[in-house]
């Protein structure tokens, strides 16, 4: 059954302190991985896609990276604006469904 | 330029009584999706459209129906509420299966069944 998984549930950082979010999918024929970002009483809005396997995009203080297997969201010297929740989605093959992981809650504390 | 609007924002029904979600997109988009967002569940799949006049079930589609009037707007209908459907409900589309880019998300609906 195709499945993707996020780790940690939930991170609390202190304002500088870097750290990773991983995605896992065991999604037969990737088409592509997607990481959004959730704030509370609002909708996902869209940050990063990736294709291949190597792959990486950047922005400001978030970095997606890709393997055959999982995704990494990289956040840098964060900032408490960068507090939310982080979801994953990954399309495959044949089908233009989104299926989502349970997300990354991310607290960053001054 | 609205994107995806979806109506209500807010709902409050009683158990057995019936409601329709509305959501509109104005991006001329081909694809159209309804998730549920629970506490610690992410969002799962409801129900899905590749286009005018066609659906097909996500992951948990079960008590729930779906209409595609247009390539505009796609519909969700509870046809009997039960506190299990007490949720956050989000409509998004993308442009299709051939461009494979991100899907863009209304709102929110906050739905509560009593």
């Known amino acids: 059954e195709d499945q993707v998984t996020q780790s940690p549930e939930a991170l609390r950082l202190q304002e500088g302190e870097s750290s990773s979010l991983n995605c896992s999918y065991t999604?037969?024929?990737?088409?592509?991985l997607f990481w959004y970002r959730q704030d509370p009483g609002k909708g996902p809005e869209f940050l990063f896609t990736?294709?291949?396997a190597g792959e990486e995009k950047e922005k400001e203080r978030l970095k997606a990276t890709l393997t055959k297997k999982e995704s990494f969201l990289h956040i840098t010297a964060p900032k408490p604006e960068d507090s939310a929740t982080y979801l994953c989605a990954v399309r495959y093959y044949n089908t233009d469904k989104l299926i989502f992981g349970t997300g990354t809650r991310l607290q960053v504390f001054p | 330029n609205a994107g995806v609007t979806q109506t209500p924002k807010f709902q409050v029904l009683k158990t057995g009584q019936s409601m329709t979600l509305q959501c509109a997109q104005d991006m001329n988009h081909n694809s159209m999706y309804w998730y549920r967002q629970d506490p610690g569940m992410g969002l799962r799949l409801i129900y899905y459209s590749a286009s005018e006049g066609t659906t097909d079930k996500g992951e948990v589609p079960n008590g729930y129906n779906v209409s595609r009037l247009n390539k505009r707007e796609f519909s969700l209908r509870l046809e009997s509420a039960a506190p299990s459907q007490t949720s956050v409900y989000f409509c998004?589309?993308?442009?299709?299966?051939?461009?494979?880019?991100?899907?863009?998300f209304g709102q929110g609906t906050r739905l509560t069944v009593v």
């Open positions: 990736l294709y291949s």
């Open positions: 998004a589309s993308s442009p299709g299966q051939d461009l494979n880019t991100e899907a863009f």
């Open positions: 999604v037969s024929g990737l088409r592509g």
